[in-house]
């Protein structure tokens, strides 16, 4: 949207924060960033929910219909939080435990948080302008997904958080292994709680945006903020 540009000129982590904070509250003026999961004005059918998973599930970004392999797990997935210094709120932690079960509802595979030295397979990054740019600027980070998240949340980038998944370039399948998200923590708090619903749902197979699904996460006008029951009703396709 095009109320997204204010936050994209500023130069600093504090300033970046007041002009998202600007442009969420500028959002929500114009009935957008809505937080109902059911929306009464986007009802669905079930011909809706299968044009719209093909959409989010096989159809690659920017609206182009390119048919990709579906995004899918094998196994229970775990996830740890990492950051520098502005990490999960206790708000955010609690939203993100909510979420993980309704995700392992939807899925039928179990999704929690890791427990001291664990290994996780999800990992969420938090970052703010100057931490991503002292990161890329190191020459440290070895990790090319990383890198790459890194680099599309620079300034001047729109995006509010990002995600990839991996998997292991022998399996024909492409089963996931592995997923990652950075969201920007200069953001205000919902905006970090709808970066969680966003990224990870995706991570779980609705891996892709389109302008025309809805009640959904899954698109770039800010529609709706969480997780709707629309998405999960795609999650319980997969």
């Known amino acids: 949207l095009a109320a997204l540009l204010l936050a994209a000129c500023a ?19 114009a009935g957008y960033a809505r937080v109902d999961s059911l929306p009464l004005d986007a009802a669905w059918t079930a011909d809706d929910l299968a044009r719209n998973f093909a959409h989010v599930a096989h159809a690659r970004d920017h609206y182009r219909f390119d048919p990709q392999p579906l995004r899918k797990w094998r196994t229970p997935a775990r996830y740890r939080f990492v950051s520098m210094d502005a990490g999960p709120t206790p708000e955010e932690r609690s939203h993100m435990q909510a979420l993980a079960r309704r995700l392992s509802a939807a899925t039928g595979l179990p999704l929690r948080e890791v427990e001291g030295d664990e290994s996780a397979d999800i990992l969420i990054f938090y970052f703010d302008h100057e931490e991503r740019d002292a990161l890329l600027r190191s020459g440290e980070i070895r990790n090319e997904v990383l890198l790459d998240l890194l680099e599309n949340l620079q300034e001047g980038d729109d995006a509010l958080c990002t995600f990839n998944t991996l998997h292991d370039a022998d399996d024909p399948e492409q089963w996931t292994t592995m997923a990652m998200t950075v969201i920007r923590s200069e953001l205000p708090s919902e905006w970090r709680r709808s970066c969680l619903d966003e990224e990870v749902t995706q991570m779980f197979g609705p891996a892709y945006d389109h302008d025309s699904v809805r009640p959904s996460m899954f698109n770039d006008d800010e529609e709706v903020l969480f997780l709707t029951d629309h998405v999960e009703a795609m999650l319980r396709l997969i």
């Open 11 to 29: 130069t600093t982590s504090s300033e970046l924060g007041s002009g998202y904070a600007r442009d969420l509250r500028a959002l929500k003026q």
